[in-house]
């Protein structure tokens, strides 16, 4: 079956320009994470759903952020006004909550760089 | 708040030689799971372990889960160049996983 899907793989975009970023996670998979990477670290944790509600954004780091999910499946996340220091590694990871594991499976992630 | 300390945050080691890297929690986990991440690639599921005390191997890899359930290891036998990659772990707290920072498996030339 499909994996996690992310799009777009790349994204350059202008300081000071919004951007929305997707992921399709696995289908019957309740719960939906969003992770930001820097070069070289580990992952920021950023936002969780579970179903279509969002119960822990406190990953979130400023109000230019934000994150939706609709019909329990696919999920954006929104950057305003983008800032350099926003670019790094957008990852979404989907865990399926009715077993045992909860492991995550990770998409491929959107590279996002800021000029 | 709840943190996972993994340590150290790079190892380089000779082709053959050993590796382990090791997580401490600052809270009782109910569950810890490890992660590889290839470089360029994203993280991909290893295991889950759930018992206090509890050793499990894969192949090479052997991981162990602390009697207190607060820190676990992962140690790899005789590496080989397909073992390059970070290694992270992640504790599980209610719904949420607690990731360690990671430790980079570097193979010297």
């Known amino acids: 079956g499909a994996g996690v899907s992310q799009s777009p793989s790349n994204k350059v975009t202008e300081k000071g320009k919004d951007v929305e970023l997707r992921c399709d996670p696995i289908?019957?998979?309740?719960?939906l994470y969003w992770y930001r990477q820097s070069l070289g670290q580990g992952l920021e944790f950023l936002i969780y759903f579970q179903g279509n509600s969002a119960p822990d954004k406190s990953g979130l780091p400023s109000d230019r952020f934000s994150a939706e999910r609709t019909g329990g499946s696919v999920s954006t996340l929104t950057i305003q006004r983008t800032q350099q220091e926003d670019s790094a590694v957008y990852l979404c990871a989907s865990s399926f909550t009715g077993g045992d594991t909860y492991e995550q499976y990770f998409g491929p992630g959107t590279r996002l760089t800021v000029t | 708040g709840q943190q996972v300390m993994q340590i150290p945050q790079y190892q380089h080691v000779q082709e053959g030689e050993d590796f382990t890297t090791y997580c401490n929690s600052s809270t009782t986990l109910s569950n810890i799971q490890w992660y590889k991440q290839r470089p360029g690639g994203h993280p991909v599921f290893l295991i889950q372990?759930?018992?206090s005390g509890e050793v499990k191997k894969q192949k090479r890899l052997t991981f162990q889960f602390g009697e207190a359930k607060k820190n676990s290891s992962l140690h790899i036998t005789a590496t080989q160049t397909t073992d390059v990659g970070t290694y992270f772990c992640a504790g599980r707290s209610n719904y949420q996983l607690i990731w360690g920072a990671g430790t980079k498996l570097i193979i010297k030339p």
């Open positions: 289908s019957g998979h309740t719960a």
């Open positions: 372990l759930v018992k």
